[in-house]
């Protein structure tokens, strides 16, 4: 970035308290990610300095309460700010996705000292990464650890390991950790990103969502204090929602992807100066094939919010439940899970339909790489690549005809 590209954000963008999903400041920051969002997929600029904005407005703390300093939103509004933010970039957006993973997880938490200290921390600005993955484990998503290691230190512990698919590590101020502890049991540790003996590796080579940082974490003889680690034990640990939330996530950014594509065809049709030999008018704008299906991606981006947004209201219904008794609460977590696993089959389809459609609009002339139109459909179809529609249909599928409750591991 220029001092001049510098000198313009810092006189447009000034920001006196966390936005609210309400905030006229919020938009207009969305609108400025969504301007460089085809460049910067196209030629890889990693989004740094978008990253910094973020920080800068506080957006990741838009669902700590007011009176701790954040913007106060709820799970459904939350979700209605990822759609924008997926709607103006993808990638942007599954950068913060583990950020506000983890917040909520500690936010659904005892309030500890340290957590107050962490939600403080995110009131003023800081981004949350997250390391968990390890290759060697043969089942993805189950929470193992086998080589990311706490030993003791004095008063405090050593870590070493590697983490693959670390999303969103590369731009963030602290890292959200899964360890083995000396007891043999897991835990979680939450640290600083730029802590001696921490790398972050940027080798994410994957065709969609190049610019999530999803690479490789190393940990050499990293010191951590005993008060930042989370045992199993501990009050303030897990939580029911802890995998809905990253789950809905990725399906909020497809469903903002729709509305890009939708914002694309129908510039796409305004902007053609000619069209098919075989088209039934001479304009464009008056064909009423292209009209069929801008309007089908347009359902597609209407259906898609709304089905995310149903999904989240189970979110909020949440607190409620769990003042009535852990019975309540651990019924309205397992139909929100189901939901959110219903949405994600249907949502990732209409992406991927509306990424397709968007070519029926432009022809072959669309598919030139300095467009880069494609962009729609290899992000979504990364995103929908998480967690695989076939298995999520089949647990559906088991729990509807035999009853069987959803899995509780593997971002269900």
């Given at each position: 970035m220029t001092q001049i590209e510098e000198k313009v954000i810092d006189s447009t963008f000034k920001f006196s308290s966390p936005v609210t999903p309400k905030s006229p400041e919020l938009q207009a920051l969305f609108d400025f990610i969504a301007l460089g969002a085809s460049e910067r997929d196209r030629d890889r600029i990693l989004p740094?300095?978008?990253?910094?904005?973020?920080?800068r407005s506080r957006l990741g703390a838009l669902r700590i309460p007011v009176t701790e300093g954040g913007g106060g939103s709820t799970a459904r509004e939350l979700f209605e700010v990822v759609i924008k933010l997926g709607d103006a970039?993808?990638?942007?957006?599954?950068?913060?996705?583990?950020?506000?993973?983890?917040?909520?997880?500690?936010?659904?938490?005892?309030?500890?000292?340290?957590?107050?200290?962490?939600?403080k921390a995110v009131a003023d600005g800081a981004i949350i990464g997250l390391a968990s993955t390890e290759l060697e484990v043969k089942r993805a998503g189950g929470g193992q650890v086998v080589n990311t290691k706490?030993?003791?230190?004095?008063?405090?512990?050593?870590?070493?390991?590697?983490?693959?698919?670390?999303?969103?590590?590369?731009?963030?101020?602290?890292?959200?950790?899964?360890?083995?502890?000396?007891?043999?049991?897991?835990?979680?540790?939450?640290?600083?990103?730029?802590?001696?003996?921490?790398?972050?590796?940027?080798?994410?080579?994957?065709?969609g969502q190049r610019l999530t940082g999803t690479g490789t974490t190393n940990f050499t003889n990293v010191r951590v204090e005993a008060e930042e680690v989370i045992f199993e034990t501990d009050t303030d640990k897990d939580y029911l929602p802890y995998n809905i939330v990253p789950q809905l996530f990725l399906t909020a950014i497809n469903a903002g992807i729709i509305?890009?594509?939708?914002r694309d065809a129908t510039t796409l049709v305004h902007n053609r100066s000619r069209t098919f030999y075989h088209a039934v008018s001479e304009q464009a704008a008056d064909d009423p094939i292209l009209q069929q299906t801008v309007g089908q991606i347009s359902a597609h981006a209407f259906a898609a919010e709304a089905i995310v947004l149903a999904a989240a209201d189970g979110l909020d219904r949440l607190s409620a439940a769990k003042a009535q008794?852990?019975?309540?609460?651990?019924?309205?977590?397992?139909?929100?899970?189901?939901?959110?696993?219903?949405?994600?089959?249907?949502?990732?389809?209409?992406?991927?339909?509306?990424?397709t459609?968007?070519?029926?609009?432009?022809?072959?002339?669309?598919?030139?790489?300095?467009?880069n139109f494609d962009r729609h459909w290899r992000n979504a179809r990364t995103l929908s690549s998480h967690n695989p529609n076939h298995f999520k249909a089949r647990a559906i599928g088991d729990y509807e005809i035999n009853g069987k409750p959803l899995p509780q591991r593997g971002f269900f």
């Open positions: 740094f300095d978008v990253v910094d904005l973020i920080r970039d993808p990638n942007v957006a599954h950068i913060v996705r583990n950020h506000f993973s983890v917040t909520e997880r500690i936010l659904r938490s005892q309030r500890t000292e340290r957590n107050r200290r962490w939600l706490l030993t003791p230190d004095g008063d405090g512990y050593r870590l070493n390991g590697t983490k693959y698919y670390s999303t969103g590590s590369l731009y963030a101020d602290l890292i959200f950790v899964r360890v083995l502890v000396p007891d043999g049991t897991t835990a979680f540790i939450l640290i600083p990103t730029n802590r001696e003996g921490i790398e972050l590796v940027d080798d994410w080579d994957g065709f509305r890009s594509v939708l008794s852990e019975e309540a609460e651990t019924a309205v977590a397992l139909e929100t899970s189901l939901n959110a696993a219903k949405a994600k089959l249907i949502v990732d389809d209409l992406a991927l339909r509306s990424a459609l968007l070519f029926e609009v432009g022809g072959a002339s669309t598919t030139k790489k300095s467009s």
